[in-house]
């Protein structure tokens, strides 16, 4: 039936999904071809995203991401110490595909030690490969030779260079890296390949341009099937748990829904075979606690009463925190700022080679990047805090980056008053496998309220996470300032060098070069570190990183005694009929992009489900 934002007059249902993003999407498009007489709701607290102009439309995505979009939900992390007392803010998607929808559509795997680091039977990355395969269709063409054994070529998202015009900046980027030792590869996303950059791959179709996110991929193909309900603009409250057994949900129009109201009264629709979580790794938890499962003493404070104890809801938060630093260029490199800027000319010609599947739309402005570890000497370097890290973490498994870093042809975040005649551009990178824990928990069992949950990030709590950024920067400065149109570097998007350190910024580069930096004392290229310089560094890393919108391990597929909140299978300890499929079950984090593990996570979870339900997924 049609997706709608009113309540639909049926009322019981063989599966109720609770969220609609991107494993929820997978999930609900496997069972429902496979079983179309199956009755499916689906709960989204967001709106209908069928051909959104912002969200099929690449190049519009940074328009997503303005607190008036309606496309986000904005978590405020409590004020830390550790970030220099910040409020650190995670946005989640909060429209039907979820993060799919609003992504940066960077198709990023992680390394098959994440997945076998997980250590659940059925979970290995020789299990996870062939369901990582199964959703995409791989076409990047500067992939000459793609591994049919890693790759898939007959899912329903495409994989692609995007069809945006503007390559210079990404060619010149590879360029000198390569000539710093880096090689440049077709593929780093083989689940194995480290040290190496190559040309970005993109969800995005090289045919028609648009974003290739999961609902349109996997659930509006379906929404004609009359079993099928999707309920957008409506949010679930709790399960519903009778003698330990989900038997339905309590819902509420979300704040969107132009029927919403302060105190709603809440509506409820029943399950006869099983209620899926999928919320995401920050609505999932929260769910569970205001439905009585969670930590005994964390639900006695907010009036919940528990049903079932685990206390590892909500308890190990994780993200990838995101630094930018930002770079001035020859006015000659084409970068995308005008067009990010909505030059009037530029956007017509957008919209003119768009209808063509061609053209600045179909960028998501990210072309070149790599993923990156220290050698032995440097790890020796960053200090013994990290250096227990890497022995636990890292030290064995060469396939698993330290960092993932990218080049990017314009600003993720705005910088005021940069001076004009410059191209600009950034140097991302994030932190693949943080040792910095946070934590989501209700603060009321009430849905308005809860709203506001009491949420800690967490990022930089532990010290080991601060040396690989300090090492991640040090390297991408040395990459920036070789390329031939470096001009300069922002200062605001820069640490504060003390006022006499040969390692402080040029913010314009002078005429006389390399010369003339030299006789004012600064170094252009391999640059000298002092412990003054790291600790701006540090102080920069603290006061300006901020979130990949990659929150996950919230509730955390792991033995009960070890804090888990699912099992191998995904059902939620102590209930009965009731499944968590999201990257909020990850047990520990992968180093990538989240979008291909949540799909993965929609697919493993399809086939258990269609166990259960004794049906075969096509």
Not at 48 to 53: I, K, L, R, V
Not at 77 to 89: A, F, N, Q, T
Not at 245 to 268: C, D, K, L, R
Request: aromatic fraction near 8%.
């Amino acid at each position: 039936m049609p997706i709608t934002s009113k309540i639909p007059t049926k009322t019981e249902y063989d599966i109720i999904v609770c969220g609609g993003g991107a494993a929820a999407c997978v999930l609900v498009g496997r069972i429902i071809a496979a079983a179309p007489n199956l009755s499916i709701l689906v709960i989204e607290s967001g709106v209908n995203n069928y051909n959104y102009p912002s969200i099929i439309t690449p190049g519009k995505l940074l328009s997503n991401y303005a607190p008036d979009s309606g496309l986000l939900d904005y978590y405020v992390g409590e004020k830390s110490e550790h970030v220099l007392g910040r409020e650190v803010v995670v946005p989640t998607g909060r429209v039907l595909g979820g993060g799919s929808s609003v992504n940066v559509m960077m198709y990023t795997r992680g390394s098959e030690s994440d997945y076998d680091d997980w250590g659940m039977k059925g979970w290995a990355a020789k299990d996870l490969i062939p369901l990582l395969r199964k959703s995409e269709n791989y076409q990047h063409i500067y992939d000459t030779k793609p591994d049919r054994k890693v790759h898939g070529f007959y899912g329903p998202l495409e994989v692609s260079q995007g069809g945006g015009t503007n390559i210079a900046s990404a060619e010149e980027y590879l360029e000198t890296v390569e000539k710093l030792g880096f090689p440049i590869t077709g593929d780093v996303q083989d689940l194995k390949t480290v040290n190496a950059f190559q040309r970005w791959p993109k969800w995005i179709s090289p045919k028609t341009g648009r974003r290739q996110d999961a609902a349109h991929g996997f659930l509006h193909p379906y929404v004609s099937n009359v079993n099928l309900t999707v309920l957008c603009e409506h949010s679930v409250v709790r399960v519903l748990i009778d003698d330990d057994t989900a038997t339905g949900v309590e819902v509420v129009p979300s704040s969107s829904n132009p029927s919403a109201t302060p105190n709603p009264t809440p509506i409820v629709f029943t399950a006869r075979r099983k209620i899926v979580l999928s919320a995401g790794g920050l609505g999932s938890p929260q769910i569970l606690e205001r439905s009585g499962l969670g930590d005994p003493a964390i639900l006695e404070k907010v009036g919940v009463e528990c049903l079932v104890p685990l206390p590892g809801v909500g308890a190990a938060y994780q993200d990838h925190p995101l630094l930018q630093i930002v770079n001035r260029f020859d006015e000659s490199l084409a970068v995308f700022g005008p067009y990010c800027s909505g030059d009037p000319i530029i956007t017509a010609k957008a919209d003119e080679d768009f209808l063509q599947g061609k053209g600045d739309h179909t960028a998501n402005f990210v072309d070149a990047g790599g993923k990156v570890r220290p050698t032995a000497e440097e790890v020796a370097s960053m200090g013994p805090e990290f250096a227990e890290v890497w022995e636990r973490v890292y030290k064995d498994k060469a396939d698993k980056p330290l960092l993932v870093s990218f080049f990017l042809s314009t600003l993720f975040s705005p910088i005021p008053n940069l001076t004009p005649g410059y191209s600009y551009a950034s140097s991302l990178m994030f932190l693949c496998h943080p040792a910095s824990r946070g934590s989501i928990h209700i603060t009321s069992p009430t849905l308005p309220a809860a709203t506001t949950p009491h949420f800690t990030p967490g990022f930089f709590s532990h010290p080991a996470d601060i040396p690989p950024y300090i090492w991640g920067y040090k390297a991408a400065r040395e990459i920036t300032r070789r390329m031939p149109s470096f001009r300069g570097e922002v200062l605001l998007a820069h640490p504060a060098f003390p006022a006499d350190s040969p390692a402080r910024c040029i913010e314009v580069l002078p005429a006389g070069g390399v010369e003339e930096l030299a006789r004012q004392g600064i170094a252009m290229y391999d640059i000298p570190y002092t412990k003054a310089d790291d600790e701006a560094i540090e102080k920069f890393v603290r006061g300006a990183a901020g979130t990949t919108f990659h929150s996950m391990a919230t509730c955390p597929m792991k033995k009960r005694r070890e804090g888990g909140v699912v099992n191998k299978r995904l059902n939620v300890y102590g209930v009965d009929n009731l499944m968590v499929a999201d990257m909020s079950i990850c047990p520990s984090n992968v180093a990538s992009n989240t979008y291909s593990t949540a799909l993965m996570i929609g697919e493993k979870a399809a086939v258990l489900l269609a166990q259960e339900l004794h049906i075969e997924i096509l």
